[in-house]
């Protein structure tokens, strides 16, 4: 247990009330953190704090709802956790936003300056909020939730993939310039997710086979399966570990090849092709 002891830290998690978030909130928890649970309403996040609270006990989490296009209330939630735990050690920047979806040609520039400011610039304000008190302590790891959209490109979300890719670079520069101060900063990359911000691509059970079918496991992931690398990133068990992106898709992002019917399939007909 001690490669994943938790114990003693403090986990801020935006858009936690549901989804990713929440079941990284509950695992992290269970691993002995207490977290802040974050989104951009006030009442969703008061019910996710107390369920967990019932669940594991008074004091484990707390609620500070935060709109995370806005660098005063990011500000406040920084402020906010200090005031009540005096300490940040994990932060996972989990929200995001995708406004929308079709060529590139066709996106608004209200639409992509959106995507670029919830996903990508907001971001880099929430994390240089909370990292001064990490670096003085020379202890820390912050987290983002990125996409393998950030690894592939896609004719339907491609600026939301472009936004994806930004947060990539991101953790590889700050875990550069912070290394040193043992300041850890990895991604974590999943594939298509059961959420309600996915809900159009797995609502439709044509469409969800056809997303899933290239994929090994042939099926959609659970909030819960990208909780556990997200305590992976956060525990001691990654101290080894950072400016990475842990991609947890299900194997889709592995290319494939099927070697043709007939005399030549076989091992060697696959040599340039798998």
Known sequence: MELFDLSGKVAVITGSSRGIGLAIAERMVEHGARVVISSRKAGPCDEAAAAINAKYGEGRAIAVPANIASKEDLQRLVDETMAAWGRIDILVCNAASNPYAGPMAG???????KI????????????????????????????????????????????YNISKAA????????????????????????????????????ENPALLKEVTGPAPLKRIGQPDEIAGAAVYLAAPASSYMTGQTLVV?????IPRWSAPPGPDAGPAAGGRGS
Request: charged content about 15%; proline content about 3%.
């Open 167 to 202: 947060d990539m670079q991101l953790a590889r520069n700050l875990a550069v310039e912070w290394g040193p101060s043992n300041v850890r900063v990895n991604c974590i990359a999943p594939g298509l997710v059961q959420t309600d911000f996915a809900k159009y691509l797995w």
């Open 249 to 253: 898709d299900g194997g889709i992002t």
């Open 107 to 113: 996106i608004a520039d209200e639409q992509f300056d």
């Open 116 to 159: 670029l400011q919830n996903n990508v610039v907001s971001n880099h304000w929430l994390i240089q909020m909370a990292a001064p008190q990490m670096l003085e302590r020379k202890d820390g790891s912050i987290i983002i939730v990125s996409s393998i959209g950030g690894l592939r490109g896609n004719a339907l979300i491609g600026a």
